[in-house]
């Protein structure tokens, strides 16, 4: 009799994929994730004798843990193929103690890419249980849970129910609130660039500007106006001469292969991803997808890695399509990139990479979902380009005399373009690059002096978080690990400890409360370097050198004297958090509208509650002016009646005022920007969408006015247009379209002849009684709308 082999993996969409390469003597069956774990309703940590954990099956998985014990009775060997990290060997120990499984018929099998190759080969390898991961995550575990279930009462009771607190959540959290301070406290300083616009002695030669860069060698700053007309008065009547043209090939170097962080920070910058749903994608390409003519596939490597590493495999493998598709002058002399990670990194896997380079993006196109495509398409040109040879440039930089004054140009053009053929990576702020081309100069050449430009600048404030920066101070800073990032900054937004405006990530009242709270009362929980330091303990308890207990006793000792020391000062105290006040003015009494929580997210209330029950949508100011009457630009969403869906437009404040006299009827689908136009000082705006977009005047008197035909959008039907018009706002009365008039006749014709008529159909009259059950339920809709306009007052208040 052949022996039956079972193999248990996390996902129905992995065992289909792991079972179709393992063949007849191989049933693979899916845990669908955890089937063990700590108690909902209890600590599930035995304090007082050395931190046993009571672990309990989970409610409502009682049929799959009878199906996989029937199953592994059966079975000759069972195979635990859990995810290649410690929640994956977790899930394997945790399934190892539930099913009652004995070591002699028990093997652990990883799969770092779900190919034939390699789920073949990893069965005829297996090990045993690692038994240091498995401590390593419930050291995790069990700490997490102890902050969680004996510090979130402690927010409930002082704060408002319904928080939490949590060692990585506290510490983004307390990094997002710094920074906001940071840009609050924030002082500009005045600075000033002079740029001479020079010309050649040949009237050929294109004019060019260089920019002021010091005196007598020496780098200075310009701080004010006077200073820039020293400079002025000190060189325009001088000779102006080349003193030295330095030319040189650039080299730049492709990116370094994804790791789960830098994955996701780009799938934010590049494809406005969430980190939540970039790994929701991410696993689904991992665990497999139906490929015609393959079956099913998974398409990358393991997705939570900070490895830079790739297999000599997989190297080899880019390098013969590198070479087949590009030439050999695209892959590099030297041999192929290596890339070292960091020394915090763990490496147990390789970096992030396409199962197959040769399956390229647009082959797959059409079996795979569009953000799957999207996200593949992004793995796989990182991985290529990262294989590539580098991008050269062709780079001269002119250093040029007046007046024992130095004024500076370089320009570069791309020579070879190497690695920018696949792919070139994004940045977290999106600038356009002014570098104009430089005229052939010659050392000592005399050059004429058109005129000055000069400009007044302001030092900014460093920028706020957004997903993909905060996840990359989080890496830097060694908070948290490649699992954590993406639901830590899920989870403060849930809270809303923070909230995102755009794409930026702002500190809420609420925010500034918790961590004020937890600084004052748990330093050590909300300190950067502690929180950074325990990571590293954790992973010597994976490397084998330090007990999981001893881990958490010594983190628990200091915390649980902090937590009984706040309980006894904080006793009979309720911790009040700030109202949000917003710049709306509430239009039924006229009080300074306020930021609340509901339901369904935050909204503007009156705080007069009850004699005011005013509430409305939560809106974004934007930067600029309305260009009809000066007022400020407010971003608005709406909901299309057509179709269901959100959509987002520009307009003035005063769109909707009572004040028939303030009322302005500003309303655009194009962003504003803080830049005025040059020409007319009106607000700039620019096309909606991601990557830089160069802004337009749409000022019709000044002559950088675009058009809107010319802005790039698709122009869209007259009916459609006045329909969206309708549905924000902009449009009083709705004219009736051809069709509606068209109606209407009908209708009149029909009532005409209504007379002639002698009998009503069954059809008709059961129309009749319908339309009468409808008018009938009219007054009961208009309480309906009333109880929920106070229910929202009520949320207000609360």
């Not at 390789?350 to 999207?374: C, F, H």
């Amino acid at each position: 009799m052949a022996k039956q082999s079972l193999v248990i993996v996390e996902s129905p969409a992995k065992a289909k994929t792991i079972g179709k390469y393992l063949g007849k003597d191989f049933t693979v069956k899916a845990c669908m994730g955890h089937l063990r774990d700590l108690p909902k309703s209890t600590l599930g940590v035995d304090l007082e004798h050395d931190f046993e954990p009571v672990y309990k099956p989970i409610k409502g998985k009682e049929e799959i843990i009878s199906d996989l014990k029937k199953a592994a009775k059966s079975a000759d060997t069972v195979y635990l193929a859990t995810d290649p990290d410690r929640e994956g060997e977790a899930i394997s120990w945790h399934l190892k103690q539930l099913l009652n499984l004995p070591d002699d018929k028990t093997r652990r099998v990883t799969f770092n890419e779900i190919t034939k190759k390699v789920v073949q080969e990893s069965i005829q390898e297996p090990r045993d249980i690692d038994q240091n991961l498995v401590d390593a995550q419930q050291a995790r575990r069990i700490l997490d849970r102890i902050v969680g279930y004996e510090l979130s009462p402690l927010l409930w009771k002082k704060i408002r129910r319904g928080l939490s607190a949590g060692r990585v959540q506290s510490v983004a959290t307390r990094m997002v609130d710094d920074r906001d301070r940071e840009i609050e406290a924030f002082q500009p300083e005045e600075y000033w660039t002079l740029d001479a616009n020079l010309l050649g002695n040949d009237l050929k030669k294109m004019a060019f500007a260089a920019r002021y860069y010091g005196k007598n060698g020496k780098k200075a700053e310009l701080k004010s106006a006077a200073e820039v007309d020293e400079v002025v008065r000190e060189t325009e009547n001088a000779v102006f001469s080349v003193k030295s043209v330095k030319r040189a090939d650039k080299q730049r170097s492709p990116s370094p292969p994804f790791t789960t962080s830098t994955m996701q920070q780009e799938a934010s910058r590049k494809l406005s991803m969430t980190p939540r749903r970039t790994m929701a994608i991410a696993q689904q390409l991992y665990e497999g997808v139906d490929i015609e003519g393959e079956g099913t596939v998974g398409l990358i490597t393991y997705m939570r890695t900070d490895s830079l590493r790739l297999s000599e495999e997989a190297v080899a493998a880019a390098r013969e399509f590198i070479v087949g598709r590009y030439g050999q002058n695209y892959y590099p002399v030297k041999g192929p990139n290596h890339y070292k990670a960091k020394a915090t990194a763990q490496d147990a896997h390789e970096a992030i990479r396409p199962s197959n380079v040769n399956w390229t993006p647009e082959m797959l196109k059409k079996d795979l979902t569009g953000e799957q495509y999207r996200l593949y398409r992004l793995i796989w040109s990182r991985f290529v380009a990262c294989q590539m040879a580098n991008a050269v440039y062709d780079s001269v930089a002119v250093e040029i005399e007046a007046a024992e004054h130095s004024f500076r140009a370089s320009a570069s053009s791309l020579k070879f373009a190497g690695y920018t053929a696949v792919y070139e990576e994004g940045r977290d702020e999106e600038k356009e690059e002014k570098e104009s081309p430089l005229p052939a100069l010659q050392e000592g050449e005399q050059l004429a002096l058109r005129d000055f430009s000069r400009d007044q600048h302001f030092t900014q404030p460093p920028a706020h978080y957004t997903d993909a920066t905060l996840i990359r101070a989080m890496e830097e800073q060694g908070i948290g690990r490649p699992s954590t990032y993406a639901p830590t900054v899920s989870t403060i937004l849930d809270r809303e400890y923070v909230v995102k405006e755009g794409k930026y990530l702002h500190i809420t009242n609420l925010g500034r409360v918790v961590t004020a709270l937890m600084k004052e009362r748990f330093s050590d929980i909300a300190d950067l370097k502690f929180t950074a330091n325990m990571e590293q303990r954790l992973d010597s308890v994976e490397e084998g050198a330090t007990p999981w207990k001893s881990v958490l006793r010594d983190f628990y000792g200091e915390f649980d004297h902090d937590l009984k020391q706040a309980e006894q000062e904080l006793d009979g105290v309720r911790i009040k958090v700030p109202d949000e006040v917003s710049e709306e003015i509430c239009p039924e009494c006229g009080r300074n509208l306020v930021i609340k929580s509901g339901r369904f997210g935050r909204f503007l209330a009156c705080p007069g509650y009850p004699e005011c029950s005013f509430t409305m949508p939560l809106v974004v100011e934007m930067p600029g002016r309305c260009p009809k009457c000066g007022g400020r630009i407010m971003k608005r969403t709406g909901t299309s009646k057509k179709t269901g869906k959100q959509y987002t437009y520009y307009c003035c404040e005063h769109m909707n005022s009572r004040d028939e006299s303030a009322k302005c009827d500003f309303m655009t689908w194009d962003v504003p920007v803080k830049d005025d136009c040059p020409v007319c000082g009106h607000t700039m705006f620019k096309k909606a969408g991601r990557g830089f977009k160069k802004p337009f005047c749409i000022n019709p008197e000044c002559s950088n006015f675009l058009p809107e035909d010319q802005r790039g959008y698709p122009k869209k039907p007259a009916a459609e247009a006045k329909s969206e018009e309708a549905e924000t706002g902009t449009e009083e009365a709705k004219p009736a379209t051809k069709k509606s008039a068209a109606k209407k006749a009908a209708s009149e014709k029909a009532a005409a002849k209504k007379p002639a008529a002698k009998k009503t159909t069954a059809k008709t009259a059961t129309k009749k009684t319908a339309a009468k059950k409808t008018t009938a339920k009219k007054p009961a809709a208009s309480k309906a709308a009333a109880k929920t306009k106070k229910q929202d007052a009520e949320e207000a208040e609360s």
